[in-house]
């Protein structure tokens, strides 16, 4: 089985900063890797994905991941955060079949 | 396209009572998941569909059930409902493009509340 995890709950950071959201995760096999964002009152919407290829992985909305397969890590980054990045990121993981392990989520708050 | 629409979006409902949550795929996708959302919990998984089949079920009790019609639109039911089952059931639907390899498109959610 795989699993997932977040360890930070709340990473607060200051608008222009950068700012780097942390995944661990532990399975078996190969698995994908997702980032994704969660808005007040709205569902998740994808950031990025990891399925093969390069490690360096560039999303939506300037935020970018690495793979580090060594480490089991997808840690999510992004070099200067906007008052608009304030939401909830989730972590997730599949080892196909569309069955998606998420870690608890780690909510990003932007302060000006 | 349009996007993934559950319904309803909020109910309130009493411990014993039975819920039924819909919801209706981005056209052409296929497959349909269920997730509960719960501050303590997180996201878990309850079950994917894929043409009419239940293909993966999580670890929630037989309450929980679900089923897929020919138009891929899905429904879920919790019965006997319990304080716990509060929380947001989040449905994603998926395609079998390459393109979208893996990808999960979520909808807002149904929040359900048991007093």
């Known amino acids: 089985a795989q699993s997932v995890t977040q360890l930070d709950s709340q990473v607060p950071v200051f608008e222009e900063a950068p700012v780097e959201l942390r995944c661990n995760y532990s399975?078996?096999?190969?698995?994908?890797l997702f980032w994704y964002v969660q808005y007040p009152n709205q569902g998740l919407q994808l950031l990025l994905k990891y399925l093969s290829g390069s490690t360096l992985v560039k999303g939506i909305n300037g935020f970018e991941a690495e793979f580090n397969k060594s480490q089991t890590s997808f840690h999510l980054r992004k070099p200067s955060v906007h008052i608009s990045d304030t939401a909830e990121y989730f972590c997730?993981?599949?080892?196909?079949?569309?069955?998606?392990?998420f870690g608890s989520g780690t909510k990003l708050n932007v302060k000006p | 396209k349009a996007g993934v629409t559950q319904t309803p979006r909020y109910l309130i409902k009493t411990r014993g009572q039975q819920v039924t949550l819909s919801c209706s795929p981005i056209s052409g996708h296929r497959s349909v998941s269920w997730y509960q959302q719960t501050p303590g919990q997180g996201l878990q998984f309850l079950f994917e569909?894929?043409?009419?089949?239940?293909?993966n079920k999580g670890n929630f009790p037989g309450r929980f059930s679900g089923r897929q019609f020919s138009n891929s639109r899905s429904e879920m039911n919790v019965s006997t409902l319990e304080l716990g089952d509060s929380a947001l059931y989040l449905c994603?639907?998926?395609?079998?493009?390459?393109?979208?390899?893996?990808?999960?498109?979520f909808g807002e959610g149904s929040r359900l509340t048991v007093l």
């Open positions: 569909y894929f043409s009419e089949t239940q293909r």
């Open positions: 997730a993981v599949s080892a196909g079949e569309n069955k998606f392990y």
């Open positions: 399975s078996s096999v190969s698995v994908y």
């Open positions: 994603a639907s998926s395609s079998v493009r390459v393109s979208e390899a893996g990808e999960l498109f």
